[in-house]
């Protein structure tokens, strides 16, 4: 089993930036793909972007590509997503997840674990 817990999330202007991380507790963290998604008021919660258990391939959805970075470092049982450029639109709660498999995280949108939440806000 694992348990997420996301953390640096906050107040940031529209064209700022982001940090997110996501810390995991196991020690079989590189068997898992990771991923990020959000909900935003009033919506459903949609994929943000992946990440595969190497690192080697990674996933965004359209409406981040280019302005978001997915990164993990399997020494440290941590997932971050690096939010550059940032739009009022991006206000969500932002959620890590994990599953055994990379389809989970990006195709079916099902994965096993997910972590509590962060909440990120985007003024004008």
């Known amino acids: 089993q694992v348990q997420l817990v996301e953390s640096g999330g906050g107040l940031v202007q529209a064209g700022g930036s982001l940090r997110l991380s996501c810390a995991a507790s196991?020690?079989?963290?590189?068997?898992?793909?990771l991923g990020w998604f959000r909900q935003a008021p009033g919506k459903e919660r949609e994929f943000v972007a992946g990440?595969?258990?190497?690192?080697?391939?990674?996933y965004y959805a359209d409406s981040v590509k280019g302005r978001f970075t997915i990164s993990r470092d399997n020494a440290e049982n941590t997932v971050y997503l690096q939010m550059n450029i940032l739009k009022l639109e991006d206000t969500a709660v932002y959620y890590c997840?994990?599953?055994?498999?990379?389809?989970?995280?990006?195709?079916?949108?099902?994965?096993?674990?997910w972590g509590q939440g962060t909440q990120v806000t985007v003024s004008s």
């Open positions: 196991g020690r079989t963290f590189s068997s898992y793909a």
């Open positions: 990440i595969s258990r190497s690192g080697s391939r990674l």
């Open positions: 997840a994990a599953d055994p498999t990379i389809n989970a995280v990006v195709v079916s949108a099902r994965p096993d674990y």
